[in-house]
């Protein structure tokens, strides 16, 4: 099992930054793509950004040049840090993970944190 526990979250206005954190705890035999999602009040939640265990990234296009998604392994921590926050970036923000353990490969998802963008 994965336990993922995200903070960094908070009211912050237009413009302003946020990071977010994600700290992995548990038993596995490797964490593999790691991403962040989020979900706005009535709608589905979306893919915000992805990291693989290697390194590559993928982005929204709606966060692009805005967000930056990094992990640390060593620390077994991802993090997201959003940078020209929008309005429309208020959601409950979520950390998923991969994990490959002995014979399957099983997804996680965090708690979620709140992350609100107004003045």
């Known amino acids: 099992q994965v336990q993922l526990v995200e903070s960094g979250g908070g009211l912050v206005q237009p413009g302003g930054s946020l990071r977010l954190s994600c700290a992995a705890s548990g038993r596995w035999i490797s964490i593999n793509a790691m991403g962040w999602y989020r979900q706005a009040l009535g709608k589905e939640r979306e893919l915000v950004a992805a990291?693989?265990?290697?390194?590559?990234?993928n982005y929204a296009d709606s966060v692009k040049g805005r967000f930056t998604i990094s992990r640390d392994n060593a620390k077994n921590t991802l993090y997201l840090q959003m940078n020209s926050l929008k309005p429309e970036d208020t959601a409950v923000y979520y950390c998923n993970t991969e994990a490959q353990h002995s014979g399957y490969i099983s997804s996680y998802w965090g708690q979620g944190t709140q992350v609100t963008v107004s003045s």
């Open positions: 990291i693989t265990s290697g390194g590559s990234t």
